[in-house]
């Protein structure tokens, strides 16, 4: 299915220009965002986003290379999900595990108590 008819399904509010999107872009756009992303599910994640950020676009929009749009969506979904994964807060080297931080605060109350007495 052309562009075209594919776009005239997202006017049309039909799932199926999802499932034409999908066929015919969905290797492109799973890569386009493998690049950036290395775990497959938030691959997947981003992947339905950009699907959704189509579905949600196109009627008001009408791209003229619908392949162009869909890949700049990806690329800024990726970039998003990417900036959210390497936030400095939520970065997985910087935390310790439960069972370390109770032992550590354990540790230093039992120090605390120590220099007390």
Not at 72 to 98: G, S, V
């Amino acid at each position: 299915m052309d562009d075209r008819e594919i776009i005239k399904l997202y006017n049309c509010r039909s799932e199926d220009a999802l499932l034409e999107t999908e066929k015919k872009y969905g290797k492109l756009v799973s890569f386009i965002i493998g690049r950036l992303i290395k775990n497959q599910l938030d691959v997947e994640e981003c992947t339905n986003d950009t699907y959704l950020g189509v579905w949600f676009t196109i009627p008001p929009k009408t791209p003229d290379n619908l392949k162009a749009y869909i890949l700049k969506i990806a690329r800024n979904q990726a970039l998003k999900k990417y900036e959210h994964i390497h936030a400095a807060k939520r970065d997985i080297d910087m935390c310790l595990p439960y069972e370390e931080l109770s032992n550590y605060l354990a540790k230093a109350g039992e120090e605390d108590w120590e220099n007390n007495e």
